[in-house]
């Protein structure tokens, strides 16, 4: 008897063999890096926790006195534009702390940095430089210290050479945040440099965000008499009537508002303004804003009447009321007569 066992059972079947291990994830491949330039590793599993890379250029990373000196330090003897880009970037990682700002401003950074943009030629440098010269203008003292170290002259070289959109409007930001609360002393170095000619041209550039930039580095350069007439001949009316006439209006409307206004102080700019069609701008501007104010006196108005109305009609229906409870009583009194 076949599948009989010794005692005449049937024998169950062999149990099923165990399934083979997961194959191994595949290594990275060779020369593969990641954004921060080092070599990537394999992709962390389901539900893992983030690796943190603790670099000294981490953002988020606190530095104490004389932290970031190796990245200075490199930034000042490297030749090669990898490594250069590489420490720049590194720098403006930390300087996303703002509590950083001044430790790498005392390492002396910023004078590398803007050696950087004066000799530099490879797009990648000079766009982590100018990020962080960016970042480095938290303060009017910094501000201050950057203008001192000729960082605006570097930012004009850099403007004026027409480069890729990406680096333009890197340098653009950095121009902005520069300028940001200029102070008078430095208009007539600015007017010497031609920025506002620089600026400018770029604002009416084919790439839109080239336009905008150029635009927001043009605003704090219009509070200052000196450099309107530049600013104006350098086609910033016209530059800001057609951008005030876009629709929808951009977000930036109220400070383009403000600048074209700062522009027409100078007798120069209020003849180009009537030529670009800037005071129909102005006119609706203030025609807007007196409708507005028109609307809500009339709403308030309305209000008023309708609580007019509301209390006449209730008092309306109080005298019908007591009109209505005396003819009652004056009825109850001649029956009460009659009887």
Do not use: F, W
């Not at 394999?42 to 104490?64: D, K, N, S």
């Not at 910033?236 to 009537?241: Q, T």
């Not at 309306?316 to 001649?334: D, K, N, S, V």
């Amino acid at each position: 008897q076949d599948g009989g066992g010794a005692d005449g059972a049937p024998s169950s079947p062999p149990p099923p063999p165990p399934p083979p291990p997961p194959p191994p994830p595949p290594p990275p491949p060779r020369g593969e890096e990641d954004g921060d330039g080092g070599r990537a590793g394999p992709p962390p599993a389901p539900g893992a926790r983030p690796r943190r890379r603790g670099g000294a250029g981490t953002p988020g990373r606190r530095l104490r006195a004389g932290g970031g000196a190796e990245a200075v330090s490199i930034l000042e003897t490297a030749t090669t534009p990898i490594v250069q880009n590489r420490a720049a970037r590194a720098l403006g990682n930390l300087a996303l702390d703002s509590e950083n700002v001044d430790v790498i401003h005392a390492t002396g950074a910023p004078a590398h940095l803007v050696r950087l943009l004066s000799t530099a030629t490879d797009p990648g440098c000079l766009h982590s430089a100018c990020r962080t010269c960016r970042l480095l203008c938290r303060s009017p003292a910094q501000r201050s210290s950057l203008c001192a170290l000729a960082l605006p002259g570097a930012l004009c070289r850099l403007l004026s050479a027409r480069r890729e959109p990406p680096l333009l409007v890197a340098a653009l930001r950095a121009s902005a945040a520069l300028l940001h609360g200029c102070p008078p002393s430095l208009a007539p170095a600015l007017s010497s440099l031609g920025l506002a000619a620089a600026l400018g041209a770029l604002a009416a550039h084919p790439r839109r965000a080239v336009r905008h930039a150029a635009l927001h580095g043009l605003l704090p350069l219009c509070p200052h008499p000196s450099l309107r007439p530049a600013l104006g001949a350098a086609g910033a009316v016209a530059l800001l009537a057609h951008a005030l006439r876009a629709r929808p209006p951009p977000p930036a409307a109220p400070s383009y508002l403000r600048a074209l206004c700062l522009l027409c102080r100078e007798a120069v700019n209020r003849a180009k303004v009537r030529e670009a069609g800037g005071l129909e701008i102005l006119v609706g501007a203030l025609r807007e804003g007196v409708g507005e104010r028109e609307v809500e006196m009339e709403r308030g108005r309305e209000k008023g009447e309708e609580r007019e109305r509301e209390m006449e009609g209730d008092s309306e229906m109080e005298r019908e009321t007591e009109g209505e409870r005396g003819r009652a009583r004056e009825g109850e009194e001649r029956e009460r007569k009659i009887e």
